[in-house]
């Protein structure tokens, strides 16, 4: 079984900072692709940032500049830095992580999603 549990959301006034934090946890040999997403009420979940196994990052152009998204491979953590947050950022946050597990039948991929954490900023 493999968790990931979303910390750091919380209320921020506009033009203010906010660092969520994604730990996993559980049995996997090793965790390929992290990524941070978003959904506000009444849209769809929008990915925001990833990060590779090997440090490789990418954004979606509504955070480039804002957002900074890092990984701890030896805690099985990824982070995502938001400075400069505007009150559009207003959504749930969830980091989502694909999982690699080796087992007797071969290597097994797995997609695993956080519980979320509401980051909301007032203007």
């Known amino acids: 079984q493999v968790h990931l549990v979303e910390s750091g959301g919380g209320l921020v006034q506009a033009g203010g900072s906010l660092r969520l934090t994604c730990a996993a946890s559980?049995?996997?040999?090793?965790?390929?692709?992290m990524g941070w997403y978003r959904q506000a009420p009444g849209k769809q979940r929008e990915l925001l940032a990833s990060?590779?196994?090997?440090?490789?990052?990418n954004y979606a152009d509504s955070v480039k500049g804002r957002f900074t998204i890092s990984r701890d491979n030896a805690k099985n953590t990824v982070y995502l830095q938001m400075n400069s947050l505007k009150p559009d950022d207003t959504a749930v946050y969830y980091c989502?992580?694909?999982?690699?597990?080796?087992?007797?039948?071969?290597?097994?991929?797995?997609?695993?999603w956080g519980q979320g954490t509401q980051v909301t900023v007032s203007s």
């Open positions: 990060v590779s196994s090997r440090g490789s990052t």
């Open positions: 989502n992580a694909e999982f690699r597990i080796v087992q007797a039948v071969g290597v097994i991929l797995n997609d695993y």
């Open positions: 559980g049995t996997f040999d090793s965790i390929n692709d």
